[in-house]
C-alpha cells in the first residue's frame, strides 16, 4: 500500500531557513509532486510542484532527487506568518485511475 | 475572479441522516476533486471528476456518491451519516485531467464542516 510520510512537527525562529522532506514509495512515472499549505479552518493553497531535480519560485524551492521517492520543501527565511501545516501531495496508481494522497503533514510553528 | 465555492459552510446532522455538499469550481476549471479532513489528520481523497466522469475514487464505503453537472459543479452525497463522518469536506478544482502528466495546481474551496450527532 502506497504511503507517505513526513515529520509531525517542526520548530523554528524567524529568519531561519527550514527544510520539510516527504517521503513517498509508488509514485507513479507521470505525476508530479505538489507542496500545500493549510492554515486552521481552511483550504489547503499551493505553494510550490515539481517533477525531479530542483524547482523554485518566489516562495519557496523544492529538491527531488533522481530516484524521486522523497522530495524536499525549503522556505528561506520563515516569519511568524508561515506558522501552518504543510503537506505533500502526489499520485498514486489505482486500478481505475490515479489516487491522490496526501501526506501526514507537518505542523511548522515559527518563533520569534 | 471567485474562487471555489461550497456551501454550506457548516451543517449539524444526526446519525443515519443524509447530507449533499455542493462545490462550484472555478471558471474554466473542468475537474472536481472531493476530501474529507478529520481533525488533525490530512485531506484523505474521495472522489475525483473530470468532464462529468468519475475518474478516480478512494476507500470510501457506497454510502458517499457524487457527480459532476454540465456546468462542472459538484455535489458529494453521503447517507446513512455516522458519527466517523463528521470533518471538513473540501472540494478542489484543477484545469486539467486527473494523473496524466500531471496532477495540476489544485485550487481548494474553504469547506463544509461538518458535524454528526
Known amino acids: 500500500l502506497a504511503k507517505t510520510t513526513q515529520p509531525i512537527s517542526m520548530d523554528s525562529y524567524e529568519g531561519q531557513e527550514v527544510n520539510i522532506t516527504c517521503s513517498h514509495n509508488?509514485?507513479?512515472?507521470?505525476?508530479?509532486i505538489t507542496w500545500y499549505q493549510q492554515f486552521p479552518s481552511q483550504g489547503p493553497r499551493f505553494i510550490i510542484q515539481g517533477y525531479k531535480t530542483k524547482v523554485k519560485n518566489e516562495v519557496a524551492s523544492l529538491f527531488i532527487p533522481a530516484d524521486r521517492k522523497s522530495s524536499t520543501l525549503s522556505l528561506p527565511r520563515v516569519s511568524l506568518s508561515d506558522t501552518a501545516v504543510y503537506y505533500c501531495?502526489?499520485?498514486?496508481?489505482?486500478?481505475?485511475?490515479?489516487?491522490?494522497?496526501f501526506g501526514t503533514g507537518t505542523q511548522l510553528k515559527v518563533e520569534l | 475572479d471567485a474562487g471555489v465555492t461550497q456551501s454550506p459552510t457548516h451543517l449539524i446532522k444526526t446519525r443515519g441522516q443524509h447530507v449533499t455538499l455542493r462545490c462550484s469550481p472555478i471558471s474554466g476549471h473542468k475537474s472536481v476533486s472531493w476530501y474529507q479532513q478529520v481533525l488533525g489528520q490530512g485531506p484523505q481523497f474521495i472522489f475525483q471528476?473530470?468532464?462529468?466522469?468519475?475518474?478516480g475514487r478512494g476507500n470510501f464505503p457506497d454510502r458517499f456518491s457524487a457527480r459532476q453537472f454540465p456546468n462542472y459543479s459538484s455535489e458529494l452525497n453521503v447517507n446513512a451519516l455516522l458519527l466517523g463522518d463528521s470533518a471538513l469536506y473540501l472540494c478542489?478544482?484543477?484545469?486539467?485531467?486527473?494523473?496524466?502528466?500531471?496532477?495540476?495546481?489544485?485550487?481548494f474551496g474553504e469547506g463544509s464542516r461538518l458535524t454528526v450527532l
Open positions: 501531495l502526489v499520485g498514486f496508481p489505482t486500478g481505475g485511475g490515479n489516487k491522490l494522497t
Open positions: 509508488n509514485i507513479a512515472t507521470n505525476d508530479y
Open positions: 471528476y473530470y468532464e462529468k466522469e468519475e475518474r
Open positions: 478542489a478544482s484543477s484545469t486539467g485531467p486527473p494523473g496524466g502528466l500531471n496532477t495540476g495546481e489544485l485550487f
